[in-house]
């Protein structure tokens, strides 16, 4: 099995970056990240990834007239890494319905809520406002819509009664660094497949919920 080449996209901190960098570095894993693509010059991911040895690129959406330019430029740049998976780890851009039909069945994204609830902002805080008494993350395969597309893993959090949407928010981030580079490595290993909309792992079909992973 040859190395899958991965192209991770940030906008910010890349702490979920790290997270799958580490575990790359760790086992015997056959993928590496080819490069780090940010959106904004300042993410601090873009330090992890030059500490790891990793090529990074800044492509600003504010030289571009549009989204459908930007999104052109962004998936020109991408593909001059001949990448078998794409990883959004905290880019915070909408993409176009081209550029994400592009990349189908090998790009990713992970968001901090148990899809399909809450999709978009303020996660922890609508499930708090919400009396939920379960909260978590969940990594999917990226469709058009948004925050849509087949569920690959999730991991649950209880809500505590103190919680707030920091503490919330701290403990969710912490999951987030154990199933993002869990999804990845299934991809690497050739474990994942998307069939007819439904995610396969090792052959059979999950849940629309996705694997359910916990400690
Ligand atoms: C995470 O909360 C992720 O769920 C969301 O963006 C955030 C990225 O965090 N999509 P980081 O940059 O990986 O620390």
């Excluded at 007239?65 to 905290?90: K, N, Y």
Aim: net charge negative; glycine share 8%.
């Amino acid at each position: 099995m040859s190395d899958k080449r991965i192209v991770v996209l940030i906008s910010g901190s890349g702490s979920n970056l790290q997270a799958i960098i580490d575990h790359l570095a760790q086992g015997n894993i056959p993928g590496r990240i080819s490069a780090v693509i940010s959106n904004k010059a300042d993410a601090y991911g873009l330090t992890r990834a030059t500490n790891a040895g990793i090529e990074t690129r800044v492509l600003s959406h504010r030289e571009f007239a549009d989204r459908e330019h930007f999104d052109t430029a962004l998936q020109e740049l991408i593909d001059s890494f001949e990448p078998d998976l794409v990883v959004l780890a905290g880019f915070m851009r909408i993409l176009t319905p081209e550029f994400v039909r592009h990349y189908a069945g090998r790009l990713f994204n992970i968001h901090p809520s148990l899809l399909p609830k809450y999709k978009g902002l303020h996660t922890h805080q609508r499930a708090i406002d919400a009396g939920d008494r379960e909260h978590g993350c969940t990594v999917h395969f990226v469709t058009e819509e948004l925050d849509g597309g087949p569920l690959i893993v999730q991991a649950p959090v209880a809500i505590e009664p103190g919680d707030d949407a920091d503490s919330l928010q701290q403990r969710v981030h912490s999951l987030e660094h154990r199933i993002y580079p869990l999804a990845v490595e299934w991809f690497c290993r050739d474990r994942l497949a998307l069939r007819a909309g439904s995610v396969h792992l090792d052959g059979t079909a999950l849940p629309a919920s996705g694997f359910r992973y916990t400690e």
